[in-house]
């Protein structure tokens, strides 16, 4: 794998998705995801449900966090990431933003401090898929745990009550 810096502009959803895929597939200790609420952007399919299962079944230190404004569209369109929540509950984590973080816009995706996809906007699918940026990654990375840190679970692995 080289080592040299690369970044790749993405013009629209479609990129936006590979991009994701090309991330997932890139980690290798950790991944962590902000959106708006993971709504067709392939999070439910079987391509990335296997890139995200083999991710996690690598080790059980290897880290999945989820952060979203909106979990709903989670819960009810992506079955297959819920199961893999339900499998991997030790390692995997579904949080949702409090309301004085929602005015936060700009996705973005880090694997292991090192390779990010970022956009522009929730609304604007360009953006850019950046491998070998440490400092971005870094910065991104923080930016993602102080966003943690004021959040709160929102999707359990299992289902309480009646």
């Known amino acids: 794998m080289s080592s040299d810096l690369q970044r ?3 013009n ?3 990129d936006y998705i590979a991009a994701l895929d090309t991330l997932c597939g890139l ?3 950790n991944l962590v995801i902000f959106e708006k609420d993971f709504n067709d952007l392939g999070f439910n ?3 990335r449900h296997d890139i995200l299962r083999d991710f ?3 080790s059980p230190y290897n880290r999945l966090h989820l952060l979203a404004h909106n979990t ?3 819960t009810q369109f992506c079955p297959r ?3 893999l929540l339900r499998q991997f509950s030790h390692n995997m984590h579904i949080y949702q933003t409090p309301q004085h973080l929602q005015h936060l816009s700009d996705p973005f995706t880090v694997a292991d401090e090192s390779h990010y996809v970022r956009r522009f906007h929730f609304d604007d699918p360009r953006g850019i898929l950046a491998q070998n940026d440490a400092e971005g990654a870094r910065t991104l990375k923080s930016r993602f745990d102080e966003m943690w840190a004021a959040s709160h679970p929102a999707v359990s692995a299992t ?3 009646l």
């Open 45 to 47: 399919s079987e391509a």
């Open 8 to 10: 790749t502009a993405l």
């Open 27 to 29: 980690a290798q200790h």
């Open 12 to 14: 629209g959803t479609g």
């Open 159 to 161: 289902t309480l009550g």
């Open 72 to 74: 709903r569209p989670l």
């Open 81 to 83: 990431l819920l199961n």
């Open 56 to 58: 996690l079944l690598s």
